[in-house]
């Protein structure tokens, strides 16, 4: 696996100058040509990407369906996420990456608060798709950052960085967007979760199943961890960690009362290795113990 260790070394190897500043810059898709480098079979990068490519055409994979865009697309990769090219059928087209090393949020609250930006960790083909007027929207701000990095004083960081951070919430606004007038695949795609959990929780009560977690869930969907956890938030109100916990302490509260299973057996039958821990998530949630439980509803 290569790495691509700096800005620099990345304008190299799309055929660019030298970048303006040595932690961040905004670059023309147009204006870059590939090298011919083993290091796009397999990368990593070690700083922040925020990629708009204008008029995408074609089919685009998002989850187990395909659809059809010709607007922009707006992806986000961050630092040392593996990734690959395929210089043989990989067209640049028209855009802009803005890219921008961790070291440049030093001593900035943006770096304490940019893991709260899910969306560096979607996969590509949940991208962001946007309407004309939200492309203009942050290709206005691509170029103001642009623009910056000609002048670097004390004020630069703070400038652009301030810029960084309102394309940041200008497209955690988009994505909300997307989530809602997606209403029927959206839909689907919790009519699904729901299936996918209850089949797991009605599965073979003899045999200990692993534990249900959010990685497991969003395996079973095709879909990142976090957009998932995204997804039902806006339509729920709780992430996939509150539903699988809901459905399991559900079920805990049914085999209490219905059955004579102990606390370890339930608690075996649900995918906790050890009785403690189920017995610890189900007070937190309920205020009461297993055994409280049952002597109560007894």
Not at 162 to 187: A, C, D, P, V
Not at 220 to 242: A, C, E, I, K
């Amino acid at each position: 696996m290569n790495t691509i260790r700096s800005i620099s070394e990345f304008h190299r190897l799309l055929s660019l100058p030298e970048p303006r500043h040595p932690l961040v810059s905004v670059i023309n898709l147009a204006e870059s040509i590939f090298m011919e480098d083993d290091v796009w079979k397999g990368f990593v990068n070690t700083f922040y990407c925020v990629a708009l490519k204008r008029d995408a055409t074609g089919k685009i994979r998002y989850g187990q369906q395909h659809y059809d865009y010709d607007k922009g697309v707006l992806s986000f990769t961050a630092p040392n996420q593996v990734q690959y090219l395929d210089l043989d059928n990989i067209e640049c087209g028209s855009g802009y990456l803005l890219i921008f090393h961790p070291d440049f949020l030093l001593a900035h609250p943006l770096a304490g608060n940019i893991s709260g930006y899910n969306f560096f960790s979607y996969a590509v083909n949940e991208a962001l798709h946007l309407s004309a007027e939200e492309e203009d929207d942050l290709i206005k701000i691509l170029n103001k950052i642009d623009k910056e990095c000609m002048h670097i004083d004390k004020y630069t960081q703070e400038i652009i960085l301030s810029q960084i951070e309102l394309l940041l919430n200008y497209s955690k606004r988009f994505y909300e967007r997307q989530f809602i007038t997606r209403k029927n695949h959206n839909y689907q795609l919790l009519a699904k979760f729901e299936s996918l959990i209850n089949a797991y929780f009605d599965s073979n009560p003899t045999a200990q199943p692993e534990l249900l977690t959010v990685q497991r869930m969003a395996e079973l969907m095709n879909l990142s961890p976090n957009y998932l956890s995204d997804l039902l938030r806006m339509h729920t109100g709780q992430n996939t960690q509150q539903h699988i916990h809901q459905k399991l302490i559900e079920k805990a509260k049914e085999k209490l009362s219905l059955t004579n299973l102990s606390v370890s057996e339930i608690a075996y039958t649900l995918g906790f290795e050890h009785a403690q821990s189920f017995s610890t998530l189900f007070k937190k949630k309920t205020n009461l113990s297993p055994l409280e439980f049952r002597q109560a509803f007894n």
